[in-house]
């Protein structure tokens, strides 16, 4: 119940072109779903979260879409851009428990030109 | 300068070794944790600690001792490492906030660790 599944494992796409990585979960419980980018040699970084009080999120090229009765939330990169190739993951926490991020298991996602 | 700083970035060393690894953050926060990445890109918690305090300590084995001396610093320390230890450990700090959430996680650019 504690597990967040990602998918796809990985993803090509073309420049200019719409990337889309999916995620559920179980616990109902959860009510932080950040989502982290990883250039490679390098550790994650915040790209967007989302609470479940609002069913989409927009910041720039990139939107969050979450759907609480289904247990899913999705990241949507509009105009994908090579510089943009990198993995993706989601991740889920408790708000009585934020310091235990449950992550997903990635996305890699390659943008060619 | 770099927020969440982790030495050594590469570590290569025999089975049985003990070696250890450190982590600064210049972020003024409150929180470190340790994390595994293996070689599936799987990211996993492995301890966390909240003003020198010990708060998450997942199923990990007793070779692996964090060790934070002050609130800026996480060491992790392992010993008789195994083959199963190879992997990519994170550091990475966060920001209590008001109501008991926590801010973003930042992360050190890791340090990969291969056991032969």
């Known amino acids: 119940q504690q597990q967040v599944k990602q998918s796809p494992q990985s993803l090509i796409v073309q420049k200019g072109g719409i990337s889309i990585i999916n995620c559920a979960y179980e616990?109902?419980?959860?009510?932080?779903f950040p989502w982290y980018q990883q250039f490679p040699g390098k550790g994650p970084a915040l790209l967007i979260a989302i609470r479940p009080d609002v069913s989409e999120k927009k910041e720039g090229r990139f939107t969050i879409s979450f759907n609480k009765s289904a247990k899913q939330f999705s990241l949507h990169i509009m105009d994908s851009q090579p510089g943009d190739s990198a993995t993706y993951f989601c991740a889920a926490s408790m708000s009585y428990n934020t310091d235990k991020l449950i992550f997903g298991t990635g996305t890699r996602l390659q943008v060619f030109p | 300068d770099t927020a969440v700083s982790q030495t050594p970035k590469y570590l290569v060393t025999q089975m049985g070794n003990d070696k250890s690894i450190k982590c600064e953050q210049n972020l003024g926060h409150d929180t470190m944790y340790w994390y595994k990445q293996d070689s599936k890109k799987f990211l996993k918690i492995m301890f966390s600690y909240n003003n020198k305090e010990l708060i998450i300590n997942e199923t990990v084995p007793n070779r692996f001792s964090p060790k934070s001396p002050d609130k800026a610093h996480l060491n992790l320390h392992i010993n008789s490492l195994e083959l199963g230890d190879s992997a990519v450990y994170f550091c990475?700090?966060?920001?209590?906030?008001?109501?008991?959430?926590?801010?973003?996680?930042?992360f050190g650019e890791g340090s990969r660790l291969t056991v032969l």
């Open positions: 990475a700090s966060s920001q209590s906030l008001a109501g008991g959430d926590t801010g973003e996680l930042f």
């Open positions: 616990n109902t419980a959860f009510d932080y």
